[in-house]
């Protein structure tokens, strides 16, 4: 089985009516959006659903020998675009895999690419475009709402080629990792392929016309998994009367990671993640005041980034309670293990998580957790005097003092890092890796679903 590599060559890219640059043609597009915005939307999904079933009639078995794992920007950061790419890894040791991007960005990947991983990218935005495709690039994305947060990435160019991917598909596997993805499959993905849903986030992290598609489209699907059990409790009972063939709980896999188990010495508590409002990063330097009058000469490291206004305000809350020296934001690094390696504690103030994948990191590397009682991952990963603390106060104070008690207490630190090493073990790849061979093994063969 050929497993050659397209990373890092210009794979096809669907630029065929880039060659219409014409006036002539521009005319014709902005006639077919007008008459577009007049086909009921109904109408044309009940045209395709009929399409659909004509084409069910005519399916043999399904299998499941070729993956397409969808990906908004494959050579981006992220946590889920570093799960992803971990999941693809091990898949490709059996399987034909190909990550399709929706957009790149980027010349080169930020994270190791995965050997024998394909990748194909539908927009590349490196490279210069028709004079159509930069018309169509500028109306709004007709497939998701705005509510999803894919939406600005998306445009009616993205919508053209999406759905041209996903039509022109004729088997195999295809894994969304997002909602858009997900809704957009449920409609387009011909029946003789395999769709598998995923999600990275939490139900109730949606908006309401988010929710109500999904309650509507997702039982298209053969399968949908969540990272938390947690999760998928709250998408049974919200898909109860049109459910997807599988609904089950397949977490994260840790990815390997650069760095030594750490020797908990040093006097290093770090947090790790984009610098945004859910992260709750301010309340982690409020909780700082609490460590540093008690420990000043502990240091607070906080890896990630954002967007420079985000990280403008938290440089200057930090500036404003006294702590430029106690507390530093660090950037993005690809080597996260390293550092981690280098910390005694990792600290998470997160106002939600939809798992918690830099928590199983660190314990990875035998680095106690502390962090708040937040819905939905960390509880479920950590247990709260065994390989972590989780704190159920929302008061910054409160993780302080949680913080505090595992500086202090050294022998608590390392009984929490052992078991902590015993935690993390549970979700290396040789353990989440085969749920997933499983679980694609068992919806080969299968019929495809109704519309």
Request: with cysteine.
């Amino acid at each position: 089985m050929n497993k050659g590599s397209w990373h890092g060559e210009r794979s096809p890219n669907f630029h065929g009516m880039d060659d219409f640059t014409t006036q002539g043609a521009l005319s014709v597009i902005r006639r077919v959006i007008r008459k577009a915005r007049r086909i009921p939307a109904q109408a044309a999904v009940g045209l395709l659903e009929l399409i659909n079933r004509r084409r069910a009639r005519k399916t043999p078995a399904r299998d499941a020998g070729t993956v397409r794992i969808l990906l908004l920007h494959a050579y981006g950061m992220g946590g889920t675009i570093r799960t992803v790419l971990n999941l693809a890894g091990h898949l490709a040791q059996d399987r034909e895999v190909e990550i399709v991007s929706l957009v790149r960005t980027n010349e080169d990947p930020f994270f190791p690419w995965p050997p024998g991983v394909r990748v194909r990218f539908l927009d590349d935005r490196t490279v210069p475009r028709g004079r159509v495709a930069e018309f169509l690039a500028r109306r709004p994305t007709r497939l998701v709402p705005k509510e999803e947060k894919a939406y600005h990435t998306m445009n009616l160019l993205t919508d053209l080629r999406l759905v041209r991917f996903l039509r022109s598909l004729r088997g195999g596997v295809l894994i969304g990792t997002r909602p858009s993805f997900n809704l957009v499959m449920s409609l387009f993905a011909p029946p003789e392929v395999i769709t598998v849903g995923q999600e990275h986030v939490t139900h109730e992290s949606h908006g309401p016309e988010i929710q109500a598609l999904i309650k509507r489209r997702y039982g298209r699907l053969d399968a949908f998994a969540t990272l938390t059990e947690a999760d998928r409790k709250a998408y049974a009972k919200a898909l109860k009367a049109n459910p997807p063939g599988r609904l089950l709980r397949v977490p994260n896999a840790i990815p390997d990671l650069a760095g030594d188990v750490s020797t908990l010495s040093e006097k290093v508590v770090v947090a790790i993640g984009r610098i945004v409002w859910v992260k709750g990063f301010d309340r982690l330097v409020n909780a700082w005041k609490t460590v540093a009058e008690a420990h000043p000469d502990w240091v607070l490291r906080i890896y990630g980034a954002g967007t420079p206004e985000r990280e403008e305000r938290l440089r200057a809350r930090i500036d404003e309670a006294g702590l430029s020296d106690k507390v530093f934001l660090m950037g993005s690094t690809p080597d996260i293990g390293v550092e981690l390696s280098k910390s005694s504690i990792y600290a998470v103030s997160s106002r939600y998580e939809g798992f918690g994948m830099t928590i199983l990191e660190a314990m990875s590397k035998g680095v106690p957790v502390v962090s708040f009682n937040c819905p939905h991952g960390p509880k479920e990963i950590i247990t709260d005097g065994h390989d972590g603390l989780l704190i159920r106060s929302k008061k910054a104070v409160a993780l302080g003092d949680g913080i505090c008690r595992l500086i202090e207490d050294e022998t608590l630190r390392r009984e929490l890092g052992a078991n902590a090493l015993h935690t993390a073990a549970n979700y290396h790849l040789d353990v989440i890796g085969p749920r997933w061979t499983a679980l694609l093994d068992e919806l080969a063969g299968t019929a495809p679903r109704s519309s």
